[in-house]
């Protein structure tokens, strides 16, 4: 997979630096073209000549080289780069990252990639844990770039807890599997739209009717399908707790009418949507000017029905376009899946049941069968949502092939 990819190693001040020079020799093993950029720090570590030795090429730490003058293009190598990969990323560049800082030629290399950027932290445990970093990652995780998790065990300190680099066998793993994803579900040049998340259906000033849709799967897919080169709107209800960026735009609404209306004018442009919101189905009749007050009666309220979005893009879609949606079912999955499925004009459906602990809101995990228009499921094991996203995706594509055969 790693075969005839540019890779860009950026190498950061910390003791695992000294791992990089495995990452950097089984990348070069595995067939992949190897550059390496340190940060001045970084070559207290490790010398650049066993870098420059093992990748085969010169090593690129300066905006310029001191003895010829000549420039060292940051452009040119983010644009080179199929894959970045940091590693050791100290807490000091991932603040810097987080922050947009550019005062080295790794930061301005980061800042130029188009490329999936791979990070893998490693420092001591209290830095590790320290609200700054925690947040710092955070924001680096929102801008699309994948953290791999270091792992625990004893520290260059002496002391033990989690902080250790992982492992260059299981970044090069990381990096194989970047690669093989954009292979297998290759979206460059689709236009998609996605929406999630809850709406608001307000009843006056200070009430709204709800739900409790967290927004997380169709925040991961949004992700992954930037990752396979989409270009994505994600449409996205009020959720608790919003992305905090990533290669997407996020378009944020609030009520039924909101959301249906902008995802109809984002599709007449787009190639694919995929509906993964939790829509009302109703919303109050009257919005009242000023707050219903309680005098102890029961209170009846008059819902009318919102607009289907599904529907609407399902009714609207070119025979060139496709949309798929989710069915969230309790019971009778199957049956009410496909009748959806139908009476939406879905190109497929993506089931999740109620009835699977691990899967639905709120949750990091689901289960899900996906059903298209000719009947044909599959069904999928309990997993994370980010690799759900990939499975949809899939099928996405498929369906695209399909279309254009
Ligand atoms: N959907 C939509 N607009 C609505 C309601 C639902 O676009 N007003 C979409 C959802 O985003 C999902 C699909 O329709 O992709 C199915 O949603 P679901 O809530 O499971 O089904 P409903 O059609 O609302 O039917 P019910 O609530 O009766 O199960």
Redesign the pocket.
Known sequence: MLNGKNIVVGVTGGIAAYKTATLVRLLVKAGAGVKVVMTPLAKEFITPLTMATLSGNRVLADFFDPESGDWNSHVDLGLWADLFVIAPATANTIAKMANGVADNLLLTTYLSARCPVVVAPAMDLDMLKHPATVANLERIKGYGNHIIEPSSGELASGLEGKGRMAEPEQIAKELELICQKKKEIDLTGIRMVI?AGPTREPLDPVRFLSNHSSGKMGEALARAAAICGADVDLVLGPVSERPKGGPFRIRDVVT?KEM?DLCVELFEKADVAI???????YTPETLSASKIKSDGDDLRLNLK????????LGSMKRPDQIVA?????TDNEIE?ARN?LKS?RLDF?VLNSLKDSGAGFGTDTNRITIIDHKDKRDMFELKPKSEVAFDILQKTVSVIRERRE
Not at 275 to 281: H, I, K, P
Not at 305 to 312: G, N
Request: hydrophobic fraction near 55%; charge should be negative; proline fraction near 4%.
């Open positions: 929406n039924a249906h509906l993964a919101a939790a829509v009302a189905d029905p919102t607009d289907d979005i599904a529907a609407a949606g989710f069915a969230l079912e009410n959806k939406k459906i």
